[in-house]
C-alpha cells in the first residue's frame, strides 16, 4: 500500500496565526486530496489538490482560508491560515492511483491541531 | 455521489463474527462499495472493495446483492483490537468525480 507522511504530527498554534502541513507520499499519484476531522465526527472533504493548477475545493472551505499546493505527484501542503480555535481538528493528506493498488484510496496518519 | 446509512454502533464479544450492513439505495452503475477502518488518533486504513457479489481478503468479507442497494462487511472472529469505527463508501474509480464521501461509520466495540 501507499507509504504516506504528514508534517508536523501535532502542533499547538495560537489563533490568528497560519500552519503548512505537508503531505508526502512515497511514489507518484495521480490525485492527492485533504480532509479535516473534527473532534468525535467523520471525516469532511477540503480540497483535491491538482497539480500544476489551484485545488478544487468543496462547498464550505475556501482557497484564502485553506491555500493548497501540489508541485508534484508526490507532494502536498494544506496551509490553515488565520487560525481559531473552531480549526482544532485533525487534518488528513489522503491519495489515489497509488502504483499498489490503483483504485484504492489511502489516507496519511493526520496532523492533530489545537488552536488556543 | 451515494448517500450511505450504517448503524451507528454495534457490540461484539470477542471471537464472535461481526456483521456490519450498509444501506447505499442510490448508488450509480459506476460505483465501487469500500469499507475502511479507523482506529483513534489514527487515518482511516482500507479493509476492502467491491463492485458485486463477494469479496474476500485476509481481513474481511464483502458481501453485495444483485441489486447492489446495499452491502455487508464480515469480520470473522473478533478480538479486541477490532475496536474501531467502520466506514462504509461509495464512489466511482476514475476521473475528477474519483473521491470518497464518509458518512457518520459505524462505532464497534468488542469486550471479552
Known amino acids: 500500500s501507499a507509504v504516506i507522511s504528514q508534517k508536523p504530527s501535532r502542533d499547538i498554534c495560537q489563533r490568528g496565526t497560519s500552519l503548512t502541513i505537508q503531505c508526502q507520499v512515497d511514489s507518484q499519484v495521480t490525485m492527492m486530496f485533504w480532509y479535516r476531522q473534527q473532534p468525535g465526527q467523520s471525516l469532511t472533504l477540503i480540497a483535491t489538490?491538482?497539480?500544476?493548477?489551484?485545488?478544487?475545493?468543496e462547498s464550505g472551505f475556501v482557497i484564502d482560508k485553506f491555500p493548497i499546493s501540489r508541485p508534484n505527484l508526490t507532494f502536498s501542503t494544506l496551509t490553515v491560515s488565520n487560525m481559531s480555535p473552531e480549526d482544532s481538528s485533525i487534518y488528513l493528506c489522503?491519495?489515489?492511483?497509488?502504483?499498489?493498488?490503483?483504485?484504492?484510496?489511502?489516507f496519511g496518519p493526520g496532523t492533530r491541531l489545537l488552536v488556543l | 455521489l451515494a448517500k450511505t446509512t450504517q448503524p451507528i454502533s454495534m457490540d461484539s464479544y470477542e471471537g464472535q463474527e461481526v456483521n456490519i450492513t450498509c444501506s447505499h439505495n442510490?448508488?450509480?452503475?459506476?460505483?465501487?462499495i469500500t469499507w475502511y477502518q479507523q482506529f483513534p488518533s489514527q487515518g482511516p486504513r482500507f479493509i476492502i472493495q467491491?463492485?458485486?457479489t463477494k469479496v474476500t481478503n485476509e481481513v474481511a468479507s464483502l458481501f453485495i446483492p444483485a441489486d447492489r442497494k446495499s452491502s455487508t462487511l464480515s469480520l470473522p472472529r473478533v478480538s479486541l483490537s477490532d475496536t474501531a469505527v467502520y466506514y462504509c463508501l461509495v464512489g466511482t474509480n476514475t476521473g475528477t468525480a474519483s473521491k470518497l464521501t464518509f458518512g457518520t461509520g459505524t462505532r464497534l466495540q468488542v469486550t471479552l
Open positions: 489538490a491538482n497539480q500544476g493548477s489551484e485545488a478544487t475545493y
Open positions: 467491491g463492485y458485486k
Open positions: 489522503s491519495v489515489k492511483g497509488h502504483v499498489s493498488r490503483s483504485e484504492t484510496q489511502y
Open positions: 442510490n448508488i450509480a452503475t459506476n460505483d465501487y
